[in-house]
């Protein structure tokens, strides 16, 4: 799959999401970060709306993501973002920055493949319904 963000809503809690989200990536060999997280709650909603914003890098590329800004390392690795849509249902969002840029995309072919095979494995770990 060739695009630059993916989603995949998720029939399990944002908890178990956060949690089968860390470990594929981490078994995929992804280094991670939290950037940001927290409630969406807004004025008088009595139900939470968590969410989490993580970069995940592979090891081997951090070389070159540390002549960059922090803040820029997602383009040699992936932006996470999950959203607690329901108790028992989590967004999550995959963006690759790095197929915006064909060229770069080829030299680091092997981000976009592990991506994808993390994904499978956070949506063949229980129910999910491929958004994008």
Do not use: Q, W
């Not at 973002?81 to 989590?90: I, Q, R, V, Y």
């Not at 064909?102 to 095979?117: H, Q, T």
């Amino acid at each position: 799959m060739e695009c630059a963000e993916r989603r995949l809503v998720l029939d399990r809690s944002f908890d178990e999401a956060v949690d089968v989200v860390l470990d594929a990536f981490i078994r995929e060999g992804f280094s991670v970060r939290s950037l940001d997280g927290g409630d969406l709650r807004g004025g008088r909603i009595e139900s939470s709306r968590r969410y989490a914003l993580l970069d995940v890098v592979l090891p081997e590329l951090t070389c070159c993501a540390t002549t960059l800004h922090a803040d820029d390392n997602v383009l040699v690795g992936c932006r996470l973002a999950l959203f607690e849509l329901t108790g028992s249902c989590t967004l999550l969002t995959a963006e690759n920055p790095m197929m915006r840029f064909p060229v770069l995309a080829d030299l680091v072919s092997k981000v976009n493949e592990r991506i994808g095979c993390a994904l499978r494995t956070v949506g063949e770990s229980r129910t999910a319904v491929s958004a994008a």
